[in-house]
């Protein structure tokens, strides 16, 4: 079964743009992750997958602010022209035919 | 639109049962898998159960094997996820989520907005 790691918070300037890592455990490198975005109080609102590749498929609504790539086991989310509203945890997620995982989450602080 | 309602938390006492549910709308509730998901008070998100789109493969993580039993009636659109022997680390919001495929083996793509389980005496 797959981990996903992430770091625990992260913090950027209005208008700036941040990137996010998820980075998938040894031997599942070429897994494809989804991220999802949680702003306080809220449900998540699921943003994207991302193959390893680097090839994206965003949700329903999600801006063309945020945007995916791949590096090896890393997968990224990249968001640009931060806004207030960016302000969130964000968490990756992995599957496979049993199973689903998802990273510890980090958490945007918007400066 | 794509709406995902859950029902039926609230307060139980440790030792004691409850069933959630997850009414679909939106879509062809039977093409697809779906999944419950939880999150305890300030923690982060734990997948906690999954079925396929028929209703004949179910996945469970390993906190709640045995304990909890997730089902879906596809002639009334909704999920369910029978929990019993409930214990107070299970007190979270329970997040139904629909899979993009019939398998579980497929990205999500959709939300619900959450029902809270308080276990506590």
């Known amino acids: 079964q797959p981990v996903l790691t992430q770091s625990s918070s992260a913090s950027a300037s209005l208008g700036s743009s941040v990137k996010f890592t998820c980075t998938l455990s040894?031997?599942?490198?070429?897994?494809?992750i989804a991220w999802h975005q949680q702003q306080p109080g809220k449900a998540p609102r699921y943003l994207m997958n991302l193959q390893h590749s680097g090839s994206y498929n965003k949700g329903s609504g999600v801006p063309d602010r945020f945007s995916g790539s791949s590096s090896g086991a890393d997968r990224y989310l990249t968001i640009s022209n931060l806004q207030s509203e960016d302000e969130a945890d964000y968490y990756c997620e992995t599957w496979d035919s049993k199973s689903r995982v998802f990273g510890g989450g980090t958490k945007l602080t918007v400066l | 639109e794509v709406h995902l309602l859950e029902s039926g938390g609230g307060l139980v006492q440790p030792g004691g049962s409850l069933r959630l549910s997850c009414a679909a709308s939106g879509f062809t509730f039977s093409s697809y898998a779906m999944s419950w998901v939880r999150q305890a008070p300030g923690k982060g998100l734990e997948w906690v159960s999954a079925?396929?789109?028929?209703?004949?493969?179910?996945y469970y993580a390993d906190s709640v094997k045995g304990r909890f039993t997730i089902s879906r009636d596809n002639s009334k659109n909704t999920m369910y996820l029978q929990m019993k022997s409930l214990r107070a680390e299970d007190t979270a919001v329970y997040y139904c989520a629909k899979v993009s495929d019939g398998s579980n083996n497929a990205s999500p793509d959709y939300w619900g907005q959450g029902t809270l389980v308080t276990v506590s005496s």
């Open positions: 040894s031997g599942h490198s070429s897994y494809i």
């Open positions: 079925i396929s789109g028929t209703g004949d493969s179910t």
